[in-house]
């Protein structure tokens, strides 16, 4: 089984999700939209694979809006049809932060600032803890997204929807992949001085909150599951 993981920037990796497809016996694809070159300057071209290729795709976070077209146009309209085209393939979708807000857009929802950030470790309300539990969960966002038609809304915060499933998909805000070493990776790429201009504290932002391993591992058992029961 293959699992296409899209990388937009060289500091984010699957981590603890990546970890546990590895565990279930999938071989991970990386492609890496932005490279390290072009972090600061990340309108690029890319060629993105065939999601028929695939049995899972795993779009991950990304420093950027989906709707900041002025920035990523070259590429965020291709990975759009790309993850329209894996849905309407029946592939299952698991959207982290921008990789959902992107599912969402690509499916017709609507991605939108934020009437507040969300950054560090939160606890979020569910309907669904047998896939979504309530946390703690790393998040770092500034961004939110509308449930895509066809969707339903399985967990929220005050600023709005947490996670929501579409079909076999499903898109959630927060990052259960998050490490301590990707965590470290985006401070020392621009969250540092994000942080600092919020008065966050740094150390505290270091630190994944205590179970994460095994709340993303119980995430990917549950979404594989689901998307498994919900074969069309």
Do not use: K, N
Not at 45 to 64: H, I, K, Q, S
Not at 215 to 221: I, N, P, S, T
């Amino acid at each position: 089984m293959r699992a296409l993981i899209i990388r937009h920037d060289h500091p984010s990796h699957a981590g603890y999700v990546g970890e546990r497809l590895v565990e279930r016996g999938y071989e991970l694809h990386e492609v890496t939209v932005v490279p390290e070159e072009r972090f600061y300057s990340p309108d690029v071209r890319v060629t993105f694979p065939d999601p028929a290729d695939f049995d899972v795709v795993v779009p991950l976070g990304a420093p950027w809006s989906v709707y900041d077209t002025a920035t990523i146009g070259s590429w965020i309209g291709d990975e759009l049809a790309l993850l329209r085209a894996a849905f309407r393939a029946d592939i299952p979708i698991l959207g982290i932060c921008f990789g959902a807000q992107a599912l969402s857009a690509a499916l017709g929802g609507r991605v939108e600032r934020a009437p507040m950030y969300e950054i560090g470790q939160h606890s979020i309300e569910t309907d669904d803890p047998g896939l979504i539990p309530a946390g703690p969960w790393y998040q770092w966002h500034f961004d939110r997204f509308t449930v895509p038609p066809g969707g339903r809304e399985i967990a929220r915060s005050p600023i709005g929807p947490q996670a929501y499933v579409v079909g076999r998909s499903l898109g959630v805000q927060f990052h259960p992949e998050v490490t301590p070493d990707v965590a470290g990776a985006w401070l020392d790429h621009g969250g540092d001085v994000q942080a600092a201009e919020l008065d966050l504290d740094l150390a505290e932002l270091r630190l994944v909150p205590d179970g994460a391993r095994e709340r993303a591992a119980g995430l990917v058992d549950a979404f594989l599951a689901r998307a498994v029961s919900h074969r069309r």
